[in-house]
């Protein structure tokens, strides 16, 4: 899987972690340096509070493009923890 904004790769895996149709990528195969820390923060009951990114690509920042589970709260979740996903409204997976 490859996630993609404006031709630039922001993650790259063959080890997703497909949750509720979303793939999860494992924290090493995500380009941070093209991420920054977004403000915004929501609560997922099973899952515990995510945290977004934004991304930075050729001088154009879109907002909370990934989120991710710092610290899961149960242990369903766990397997997540770390792992980031990416809407799909605003790059491209493949």
């Known amino acids: 899987m490859k ?5 630039h790769i922001l ?6 972690k497909v949750v509720e ?14 991420l920054d820390d ?5 609560v997922c009951p099973w899952k515990g509070t995510a945290k ?3 991304a930075k690509v050729d001088g154009k920042e ?5 989120w991710y589970y710092p610290n899961t709260i149960t242990d369903k979740a766990k397997g997540i923890e ?10 491209t997976v493949s």
């Not at 977004?38 to 929501?42: L, M, N, V």
């Open 38 to 42: 977004s403000d915004t923060s929501s």
């Open 82 to 91: 770390g792992y980031v996903a990416f809407y799909k409204n605003k790059v």
């Open 11 to 16: 993650a790259e895996s063959n080890e997703t």
């Open 62 to 66: 879109v907002g909370d493009v990934a």
């Open 52 to 54: 977004y990114y934004n």
């Open 3 to 7: 996630v993609t904004l404006d031709g």
């Open 21 to 34: 149709g979303n793939h999860y990528f494992p924290p090493s195969s995500v380009h941070k340096s093209l």
